[in-house]
């Protein structure tokens, strides 16, 4: 298994262009969400999804969309980057067992700059 | 508004000493919390997940612990191989769907 897998690892972006970021998981979670860390901090929690067809906003959603079309992938996309985006951007994954959604599995990143 | 604080923000130990990580959360009934370790540069690793007060879990050198307040992370003679840092975040009742982490404490051991 790959687990969970982000494309690109690292991106520049002028600010006002648009990009997405790719997110797959091959371990059929149901669960998906997506974060981004600024130095210092912890995850802050952008959107996430607990199925295919359904998303919801998380902490900090603004500038942000997000769809789930298949149960393995989970594309991040920025309509119109600023300077506040620059950030290294975490996609995660989870299983449910009970009505809890377990520990996420969480990629190795993206980092993103926008200048 | 589910919050999580994690202290120290630093922390650094010699190889050997003891020393434990603190977790604070208030949340609208826990439905369950992690902790989770980053190496620099690396997505977040699984460590332990808590339910309930007065669970503990351990694997190597660490423990967690937890009460209903707060959780500890405590780690027995640490080796350099233990630096990282360390994420605690919890799951609240009222949103199965949303963790909200803590800003991490960040573990250097040194030799």
């Known amino acids: 298994n790959a687990g969970v897998t982000q494309t690109p690892k690292f991106q520049v972006l002028k600010t006002g262009q648009s990009m997405t970021l790719q997110c797959a998981q091959d371990?059929?979670?149901?669960?998906m969400s997506w974060y981004r860390q600024d130095p210092g901090m912890g995850l802050r929690l952008i959107h996430y999804s607990v199925g295919a067809g359904i998303t919801d906003q998380g902490e900090v959603p603004n500038g942000y969309n997000v769809s789930r079309s298949t149960t393995e992938d989970f594309p991040l996309r920025l309509l119109s980057a600023a300077p506040s985006q620059t950030s290294v951007y975490f996609c995660?994954?989870?299983?449910?067992?009970?009505?809890?959604?377990?520990?996420?599995?969480f990629g190795p990143g993206t980092r993103l700059t926008v200048l | 508004e589910d919050q999580v604080t994690q202290s120290p923000e630093a922390l650094r130990l010699q190889e050997g000493e003891s020393s434990s990580l603190n977790c604070s959360y208030t949340?609208?009934?826990?439905?369950?919390l992690f902790w989770y370790r980053q190496d620099p540069g690396k997505g977040p690793e699984f460590l332990f997940t808590?339910?309930?007060a007065g669970e503990e879990k351990e694997k190597e050198r660490l423990k967690a612990t937890l009460t209903k307040k707060e959780s500890f992370l405590h780690i027995t003679a640490p080796k350099p191989e233990d630096s990282a840092t360390y994420l605690c975040a919890v799951q609240a009742n009222t949103n199965a769907g949303k963790s909200t982490f803590g800003d991490g404490t960040t573990l250097t051991v040194k030799p």
């Open positions: 371990m059929n979670h149901e669960y």
């Open positions: 949340v609208s009934g826990l439905r369950g």
């Open positions: 995660a994954s989870s299983y449910s067992l009970g009505g809890l959604y377990n520990e996420q599995f």
């Open positions: 808590l339910y309930s």
